[in-house]
């Protein structure tokens, strides 16, 4: 059983940058490809990113490829997700999740077992 624990969320202006991560414990970190996904209100859940075991491969939504970067500490059982450029769209409560099935990158909620509470991210313009 694995807990994963989202924090950095917060309030940010259009434009701005934040950099979320979620802790894990209780398993063995790097069995599991972790992903970030998000809700924003009234929608549903949404893929966002996700890397690898080993963190050698990373796959990202398109609507924030190249403004939002996953990472992934081993050692320290975390996975970051750093968002710069944000948009009022990007307005969502983020969850970070971890899949133990599939060795590479996943995209698929499904394919997820373990999820955080989530953490709230609110984008003014």
């Known amino acids: 059983q694995v807990q994963l624990v989202e924090s950095g969320g917060g309030l940010v202006q259009a434009g701005g940058s934040l950099k979320l991560s979620c802790a894990a414990s209780?398993?063995?970190?790097?069995?599991?490809?972790m992903g970030w996904f998000r809700q924003a209100p009234g929608k549903g859940r949404e893929f966002v990113s996700t890397?690898?075991?080993?963190?050698?491969?990373?796959f990202y939504a398109d609507s924030v490829k190249g403004r939002f970067a996953i990472s992934r500490d081993n050692a320290k059982n975390l996975v970051y997700l750093q968002m710069t450029s944000l948009k009022p769209e990007d307005t969502a409560v983020y969850y970070c999740?971890?899949?133990?099935?599939?060795?590479?990158?996943?995209?698929?909620?499904?394919?997820?077992?373990?999820w955080g509470q989530g953490t709230q991210v609110t984008v003014s313009s």
């Open positions: 999740a971890a899949d133990r099935s599939h060795i590479g990158i996943s995209i698929m909620s499904a394919h997820y077992v373990y």
């Open positions: 890397i690898s075991r080993n963190g050698a491969n990373t």
């Open positions: 209780g398993g063995t970190f790097t069995g599991y490809t």
